[in-house]
């Protein structure tokens, strides 16, 4: 069975714009829970998704948004990009509503640098 | 500001010796995870340990909790080169559906 999938892996944009990342959970999961990770730091929570509806949400700002399609897919759509917001961006997913019972299951992460 | 804190932040050994890292925390936990990730990627899950447990083993792993301290340790016996990586602990509260990750430590181990 395939892992999780993230989609791109790396990504170059200028301050200001538009970003779109994407991840495929393994099959079966329902829930998908996005983390920003940056440089020399660990994971920060940012949104968790569980059968298209919005679960839970960290500390980010509104130019932060994500949704779930119907195959429990995600995007992460970040506007207005400022330059801290380069980093990791992982996407985690779970079979279950309640993540935090049990281990989640990580992509490889696309790593977004902001010029 | 995040949940976990680990100690030491770099860690270097020799092949074969034991490495020891640390993990403290602010709040009472659901659990604690382990995680481990290789050069900037995906975490891998290594292992969990319930509020209720003081210490679990999986192969070359041994984690250890103490919630009087609200500390974790993680130990890897007999490190091989594979092991090089960085170390993530991350805390699950009794509420919420989030988990709070360190800051990690980085571990090389010298052929």
């Known amino acids: 069975d395939a892992g999780v999938t993230q989609s791109p892996t790396h990504l170059i944009k200028t301050r200001g714009q538009h970003v779109t990342l994407r991840c495929s959970p393994i099959s079966g999961h329902k829930s998908v829970s996005w983390y920003q990770q940056v440089l020399g730091q660990g994971p920060q929570f940012i949104f968790q998704y569980y059968e298209k509806e919005e679960r839970g949400r960290g500390n980010f700002p509104d130019r932060f948004s994500a949704r779930q399609f119907p195959n429990y897919s995600s995007e992460l759509n970040v506007n207005a990009l400022l330059l801290g917001d380069s980093a990791l961006y992982l996407c985690?997913?779970?079979?279950?509503?309640?993540?935090?019972?049990?281990?989640?299951?990580f992509g490889p992460g696309t790593r977004l640098t902001v010029l | 500001s995040q949940q976990g804190e680990e100690d030491p932040q770099a860690l270097s050994i020799q092949e074969g010796e034991n490495a020891t890292m640390n993990c403290s925390y602010k709040?009472?936990?659901?659990?604690l995870q382990w995680y481990r990730q290789n050069s900037g990627r995906g975490l891998v899950h290594l292992i969990l340990i319930r509020s209720n447990e003081r210490e679990k083993h999986s192969g070359r792993l041994r984690v250890t909790l103490d919630t009087s301290k609200k500390s974790s340790s993680l130990l890897i016996t007999a490190s091989r080169a594979a092991d090089t990586a960085s170390y993530f602990c991350?805390?699950?509260?009794?509420?919420?559906?989030?988990?709070?990750f360190g800051t990690g430590t980085s571990l090389t181990v010298i052929p």
């Open positions: 985690a997913s779970s079979p279950r509503l309640v993540v935090t019972y049990n281990e989640q299951f």
């Open positions: 709040t009472s936990i659901n659990n």
């Open positions: 991350a805390t699950a509260l009794n509420t919420g559906n989030q988990f709070y």
